[in-house]
């Protein structure tokens, strides 16, 4: 009889200690009602060796909205960014009530972390615009004509997995850690001023 005690506390401690490597998403897809990425034009400025950046007013806001349960834009949708100018990138999320829900990855940003793919280093210049690289807010700048598929990507990961990432791994395609919170695709022309359709 002592044995199987023993046995069942052993077990008991053995699983209750056990924890998966990757986490699982705190706002998953399933959660989310609507996505929707704003590019605001900026002019950039560099002062005192930071750089700044000031909204346009009255430059042309486009954005693209995401709805559940698919996460595709609209057939036709893209977007047209001027090579040479600069963009905030701004994430709104709401949750199935209707609720905005970005700042949850804000306040854990320890383990969030967005990915633009889709575009190297020779095409788009990309620059995290929040506290611990999260991706709610960046600034991209098209640096050549260009066609591309971007997707937006934030990853849920683990505390130790997020410090070993770098502001550079923008784009890295072979990063594969964590789960995915979000994956939003969309089609955009990067073009030179005086572009028309």
Request: aromatic letters at 8%; proline letters at 3%.
């Amino acid at each position: 009889m002592k044995n199987y005690i023993l046995i069942a506390l052993i077990s008991v401690f053995a699983f209750s200690s056990c924890t998966k490597d990757d986490p699982i998403p705190e706002v998953d897809q399933e959660q989310l009602s609507t996505a929707t990425l704003t590019f605001s034009p900026v002019e950039k400025e560099i002062k005192d060796g930071k750089t700044i950046y000031t909204s346009i007013e009255g430059g042309e806001v486009e954005s693209i909205k995401f709805q559940a349960p698919s996460y595709l834009p609209e057939v036709g949708t893209h977007l047209d960014l001027h090579v040479g100018e600069t963009y905030k990138l701004s994430l709104k999320t709401t949750d199935f009530a209707g609720r905005a829900s970005e700042q949850t990855f804000l306040n854990r940003s320890e383990s969030h972390q967005a990915f633009l793919l889709g575009a190297d280093n020779a095409t788009l210049e990309f620059v995290y615009g929040d506290e611990n690289n999260v991706g709610i807010t960046a600034y991209i700048t098209p640096k050549k004509e260009a066609s591309v598929v971007l997707n937006y990507i934030m990853r849920h990961l683990n505390a130790a997995s997020k410090q070993t990432l770098k502001a550079s791994d923008w784009n890295n395609t072979a990063i594969k850690l964590g789960a995915i919170d979000l994956d939003l695709k969309f089609e955009a022309h990067l073009v030179e001023e005086g572009h028309g359709h």
